[in-house]
């Protein structure tokens, strides 16, 4: 028999056995007699798999049983599974390649047709390895199939966050990810749970408790941020007043102080929540900072509050005082509002 045949007769037998010589080539009972049946009917797909495709596809099974691959792999019901999909034999072979990275407790935790569609997912990354690595790093094995329950390009998200990690850039640094900090891939799984990863801007731990920064609308994130404490088109009537962060901006009449950036926000929220001192007020946990002393001298906030919600995302962040921070009083002037200094 040649080789091919070899390999085929081992895909036959596996997918007429429901993978049981796949998975458990070590048991030996009855192995001869199953191999003598698939043989004798290989006869029938034998021109089929030296043409084409069902050739290249049982050399795939083969190979990965004998490199060594890992038992826990359904592998003719991945395989058939991806077929279905249109993938390639040379795709079908990175998906197994991929797969069989994937530590044993995650494949254990996961059916036949859910291991089909994290091969599928892993051969179809923008950077395969990387999804390797953050899929196999995922804490509980049970958060592997919220994984799966997202699209791909939420995939993608999850695997270049986690692997640009806690990069040093610095204030002059990659802005992309300076404001990530995470030590777990589970902690961004976390997130997944809550809201869309593509509106996150901003990641960060604390006490164990993780913290973000999403885009958000005008009742709670950055927008409602950009809002009403920068650009002052949103909820300025508020009684007690509004203050604002200094960025050189026009509200009210007034031209306000142009002392920070946008990017310098999000950066004092990042580092109020990692080095702030932290109150709780019901559900929410509050961070007070001290900029112009903590390493911000020229940004003109004394100090600064961020809320966070329950659920760990960032409620709002705002200026309390400083040279450069004013504050709109709707009250004053008989109603007509009015500023007033915070220094």
Excluded: C
Excluded at 37 to 60: E, K, M, N, W, Y
Excluded at 122 to 133: I, M, P, W, Y
């Amino acid at each position: 028999m040649g080789w091919y045949e070899g390999y085929a007769t081992h895909f036959v037998a596996s997918m007429a056995y429901g993978g049981t010589i796949t998975r458990g080539v070590s048991e030996s009972t009855g192995l001869s007699n199953r191999l003598d049946t698939a043989r004798a009917g290989l006869d029938d797909v034998t021109p089929t798999l030296r043409a084409g495709q069902g050739s290249q596809t049982a050399q795939i099974s083969q190979r990965v049983v004998s490199d060594g691959g890992n038992p826990q792999i359904d592998t003719p019901t991945v395989m058939r599974g991806l077929q279905e999909r249109g993938f390639s034999p040379g795709k079908q072979d990175i998906a197994l390649t991929r797969l069989d990275e994937i530590p044993n407790s995650h494949l254990e935790a996961l059916s036949s047709s859910d291991q089909t569609a994290l091969a599928a997912r892993l051969a179809n990354s923008a950077d395969g390895d990387a999804t390797v690595r953050f899929v196999s790093d995922i804490t509980d094995p049970n958060d592997v199939q919220q994984v799966l329950n997202e699209n791909l390009a939420t995939t993608n998200r999850l695997s270049e966050l986690y692997d640009n990690r806690n990069l040093d850039t610095g204030q002059s640094g990659n802005l992309q990810y300076r404001h990530l900090d995470i030590d777990e891939a589970s902690d961004l799984v976390r997130i997944t749970q809550q809201t869309d990863i593509a509106d996150v801007q901003l990641i960060t731990k604390r006490d164990g408790e993780v913290r973000w920064l999403e885009n958000g609308n005008l009742d709670y994130g950055w927008e409602h941020i950009s809002a009403r404490h920068i650009d002052g088109n949103y909820g300025m009537d508020t009684e007690g007043g509004t203050s604002m962060f200094p960025t050189g901006q026009q509200v009210n009449g007034e031209s306000l102080p142009g002392t920070m950036s946008r990017e310098d926000i999000k950066d004092l929220t990042f580092e109020s929540i990692k080095n702030g001192d932290v109150t709780m007020q019901g559900q929410r946990t509050k961070y007070y900072y001290q900029p112009t002393q903590s390493g911000y001298p020229n940004t003109g906030v004394d100090e600064m509050r961020v809320h966070v919600r329950s659920d760990g995302s960032v409620l709002t962040t705002y200026p309390l005082s400083g040279d450069d921070v004013q504050r709109w009083v709707p009250e004053l002037n008989d109603g007509q509002g009015g500023w007033v200094d915070t220094t």
